[in-house]
């Protein structure tokens, strides 16, 4: 047989196959998978039944972690000359991981300075459209707690808010976008102090407005940037607490004498520690109720954190 009829050969060959008119399509039924298919079903649910539970033991681990670090925070302030409390939180979260200390809440001082100047940026666009005088009186406010500098800020404000009230609120408003709905500006002094600075500002919000900051989620990039380079500088009178550590931070200090005389002294800030950063929101009323006394507990506190706090406390959260 020469090719060309070997060809036409095969060709009836597969047109015989194919079934030609009259003839009844075979059809193969498909095998049945459905068994297959519900043990991958059941493999997904467990998977994801999995991946909750270890969520759940992930929390639970780091929830007893930041039990046991909270109850040796106790048993440490517990020591010190004096009643105090101390916060702690992630960059970016929204509550401190850990509280410790019977202080939990007191008059702001000079930590109100930041939230002002933050207000000041705000109202001026930012920093690229600060005039010189605003820029100068905002760093002397934060580096050096200058109290006539932050009075002046805040008399800017009292003039584009319409007084006293309507300059509070503004400032008040800086701590509502942290999540704050609890402190409110106050618009009454004591014995010649300002009045915003015997606001009553909890360290659990002081240390979520400061969380906010570290982490960028209040405000804008430009505006978080110039603030926290402000506190990155401070230096004089503040330099206790994180400013004494020796590890990299930036911060704000506040002090001043209660109705019985006794300093109030306190700090927020965020410090760099071993690669982790760790926002710390703390106050001291020393039992001689000096300043000094009131500064070195403190700093005893924020190294305490620094060498038993840093592991133990959450990892940076997104906001």
């Known amino acids: 047989m020469n090719r060309t009829a070997l060809a036409a050969?095969?060709?009836?060959?597969?047109?015989?196959?194919?079934g030609g008119s009259g003839d009844d399509a075979t059809v193969v039924p498909a095998a049945d998978r459905s068994g297959r298919i519900a043990e991958l079903n059941d493999e997904v649910d467990r998977l994801k039944r999995r991946k909750a539970e270890d969520g759940a033991k992930r929390a639970g681990v780091a929830e007893r972690s930041a039990a046991t670090a909270a109850n040796r925070a106790d048993q440490f302030l517990s020591r010190l000359p004096g009643t105090?409390?101390?916060?702690?939180?992630?960059?970016?979260?929204?509550?401190?991981?850990?509280?410790?200390?019977?202080?939990?809440?007191?008059?702001?001082?000079?930590?109100?300075?930041?939230?002002?100047?933050?207000?000041?940026?705000?109202?001026?666009g930012g920093p690229g459209a600060l005039p010189a005088e605003r820029r100068n009186q905002i760093s002397a406010a934060i580096t050096r707690s200058d109290n006539d500098a932050a009075a002046a800020l805040f008399a800017a404000l009292e003039q584009e808010h319409g007084g006293l009230a309507g300059a509070s609120k503004a400032v008040g408003a800086m701590l509502r976008r942290t999540g704050d709905a609890n402190t409110e500006v106050s618009t009454v002094g004591r014995d010649g102090f300002s009045t915003y600075g015997q606001t009553d500002w909890s360290l659990a919000d002081q240390a979520a407005y400061m969380a906010a900051l570290a982490g960028?989620?209040?405000?804008?990039?430009?505006?978080?940037?110039?603030?926290?380079?402000?506190?990155?500088?401070?230096?004089?009178?503040?330099?206790?607490?994180?400013?004494?550590?020796?590890?990299?931070?930036?911060?704000?200090?506040?002090?001043?004498p209660g109705t019985d005389g006794r300093y109030l002294v306190r700090q927020m800030g965020v410090m760099e520690v071993a690669g982790r950063e760790l926002?710390?929101?703390?106050?001291?009323?020393?039992?001689?109720?000096?300043?000094?006394?009131?500064?070195?507990?403190?700093?005893?506190?924020?190294?305490?954190?620094?060498?038993?706090?840093?592991?133990?406390?959450?990892?940076?959260?997104g906001c």
Not at 111 to 121: C, D, N, S
Not at 228 to 233: F, P, T
């Open 84 to 124: 105090a409390g101390l916060a702690v939180a992630a960059p970016g979260a929204a509550a401190p991981a850990i509280m410790a200390g019977d202080l939990t809440t007191g008059d702001a001082w000079s930590t109100i300075k930041v939230p002002i100047a933050e207000r000041v940026l705000v109202d001026a």
């Open 216 to 256: 960028g989620c209040s405000g804008n990039a430009a505006i978080r940037s110039h603030l926290l380079g402000e506190m990155e500088a401070v230096g004089g009178s503040d330099t206790f607490g994180l400013g004494a550590t020796g590890y990299p931070a930036r911060w704000k200090g506040g002090w001043g």
């Open 9 to 18: 050969a095969v060709t009836l060959g597969l047109l015989a196959g194919c």
């Open 279 to 317: 926002v710390l929101a703390m106050a001291a009323i020393p039992d001689d109720g000096s300043f000094e006394t009131g500064g070195r507990m403190l700093t005893e506190m924020a190294g305490w954190a620094a060498r038993h706090l840093a592991g133990a406390a959450p990892a940076a959260k």
